[in-house]
């Protein structure tokens, strides 16, 4: 079974600072990875998502992910943040061959960026 | 396009009752799925429906269950509640061919006194 974890619960940043946030994951085979983002009293959106490819994906809102797969990680990364990017962000995983399909989710990192 | 849509938003109820949550998937999409996020526990897997049939299940017990409609809606039946099923109930929709991402609803927050 894949499990994916999220290094950092809080992260607290002022506007303009640049944001990295980890995510690492478990599972030997193919994979797709996903970031979504939560803000506060809405639905999980899609931030981006890797299928294949180039690793160095781009999602909305300035937001960017590279997949390394020697360090099974698929780290989210933004060079400056503003302060409508406080919101909470998950990494989630599937399986593409196996029977699943869902989607397994890391614990989440809530962002603060103060302005 | 509509999104996915859940009702009802909040459902209040008490130990042992029944509870039914329902969705309706973005237009054209196949696949619904249905995730639990209580707190302390993260979001969790809990049922995956496609073509009307249920495609696989988490770790979760037998009174866990749903259906899905000849439209591709669904909905998620919870029987002899407990506390601890006191959480968000997720669902998410998507086509099912190829790869392709899961897009959420704003849930259904269930309480159980």
């Known amino acids: 079974a894949q499990s994916v974890s999220q290094h950092n619960h809080h992260v607290i940043l002022s506007e303009a600072a640049s944001l990295e946030l980890g995510c690492n994951y478990s599972?030997?085979?193919?994979?797709?990875l996903f970031w979504y983002v939560q803000y506060p009293g809405q639905h999980l959106q899609l931030l981006l998502k890797y299928f294949s490819g180039d690793p160095l994906v781009k999602g909305i809102k300035g937001f960017e992910a590279e997949f390394i797969k020697s360090k099974f990680s698929f780290n989210l990364r933004k060079p400056s943040v503003q302060w409508s990017d406080t919101a909470e962000y998950f990494c989630?995983?599937?399986?593409?061959?196996?029977?699943?399909?869902?989607?397994?989710f890391g614990g989440g990192t809530r962002l603060m960026v103060k302005p | 396009e509509a999104g996915v849509t859940q009702s009802p938003t909040h459902l209040i109820k008490t130990r042992g009752q029944q509870a039914t949550l329902r969705c309706s998937p973005i237009?054209?999409?196949?696949?619904v799925y249905w995730y639990q996020q209580a707190l302390g526990l993260g979001l969790q897997f809990l049922l995956w429906y496609d073509e009307g049939e249920e495609r696989n299940r988490g770790n979760f017990p037998p009174r866990f269950s749903g259906r899905q409609f000849p439209n591709y809606s669904s909905e998620l039946n919870v029987n002899a509640l407990e506390l601890e099923d006191s959480a968000l109930y997720l669902c998410?929709?998507?086509?099912?061919?190829?790869?392709?991402?899961?897009?959420f609803g704003d849930g259904t927050r269930l309480s159980i006194l």
């Open positions: 237009s054209g999409h196949t696949s």
């Open positions: 599972y030997g085979g193919t994979v797709n």
């Open positions: 989630a995983v599937n399986a593409p061959n196996n029977a699943g399909n869902m989607l397994t």
């Open positions: 998410a929709s998507s086509l099912y061919r190829g790869n392709q991402p899961q897009h």
